[in-house]
């Protein structure tokens, strides 16, 4: 498929990569009451039987891995502000705000209960789904985030890396993606970054997601993953402690979550599991076999 410029042109690689069977994916977009629209990607036939949420500055196919290891119906949303979801003029990226979005989404695209999942930004907005529409989440798994979590857990580099928003060339950017550490190897860089930026009407390259213009002014006092200041939220904890359905909380061994910031989610919430992955904060990520195997877990587990 050498020819293949859209979204989709990585995945078949990567399903044979893995030794699996790739699914039919497909783009869905959805009109928001207030004009702006949401995209998703629909992996497989079938009803949803979960729904997949990123981190900021991310968008639905940090899930592609992840999703084919599923090989079961899943929904992967780009929250606004990333991917082809649209940026928000208030700029209010808050859990809460991003999780009416998301009851919107799972109203149009799912006809059951679905496991929830959230990676950092995604996690606190999968919680708050779960706290106010609790007939739309049969298990939430939060993925390397408590609203605990502290701002300076974000590496600075991201400061000075989203200095330069656009480029000449896709080229360009993933060469300053590489200066910057990100990536082990070319090809893999490369797939990140296609599917992270867009040409603008000017012929230059861009980030798709909202966070990387305003990250400059936004990490040097907040948060972990180029947002403003809104996962350390006192409303986070207010929504767990809503949360009716089962929770795991999955830590990364080499995350954002500190062993305070999970000694303080357990008091919270001694009824949650949590479960502990060797990897780094985008578990979903560096390593999705795991990640995989502990959502299929949760979605074959047998509810009373």
Do not use: C
Request: proline share 5%; no cysteine; net charge negative.
């Amino acid at each position: 498929m050498e020819n293949d410029t859209s979204e989709f042109r990585y995945l078949p690689g990567q399903a044979a990569a893995l030794g699996v069977a790739a699914p039919q994916v497909r783009r869905l977009t959805l009109a928001l009451p207030d004009g702006r629209t949401l995209g998703a990607l629909r992996f497989g036939e079938g009803a949803p039987e979960v729904t997949l949420l990123h981190g900021a500055g991310l968008n639905a196919h940090t899930w592609d891995t992840t999703a084919l290891l599923l090989q079961r119906p899943a929904l992967a949303i780009d929250l606004a502000g990333h991917g082809d979801s649209s940026w928000r003029e208030d700029l209010d990226y808050s859990p809460q705000t991003l999780a009416a979005d998301v009851a919107h989404a799972l109203d149009a695209w799912t006809d059951a209960p679905q496991v929830l999942v959230g990676q950092s930004l995604g996690g606190l907005t999968a919680v708050s789904v779960a706290a106010t529409h609790p007939a739309s989440v049969r298990d939430l798994v939060i993925v390397d985030i408590t609203a605990g979590v502290r701002g300076d857990a974000a590496p600075a580099v991201l400061a000075e890396f989203y200095q330069q928003t656009d480029f000449a060339s896709l080229d360009e950017a993933v060469d300053r993606a590489m200066s910057f550490g990100f990536g082990s190897t070319r090809p893999e860089t490369e797939r990140g970054v296609f599917l992270n930026t867009r040409v603008r009407a000017d012929g230059r390259v861009e980030w798709k997601h909202h966070f990387a213009h305003l990250a400059s002014a936004a990490l040097a006092t907040t948060t972990p993953d180029a947002g403003a200041a809104i996962l350390a939220s006192d409303r986070s904890w207010s929504d767990l402690a809503a949360v009716t359905a089962p929770i795991i909380l999955v830590r990364a061994t080499k995350g954002f979550v500190s062993d305070a910031d999970a000694a303080e989610f357990a008091t919270r919430r001694p009824d949650a599991e949590i479960r502990i992955i060797d990897a780094t904060h985008n578990i979903q990520e560096t390593a999705p076999a795991a990640l995989a195997g502990l959502i299929a877990e949760s979605a074959d587990a047998v509810r009373r």
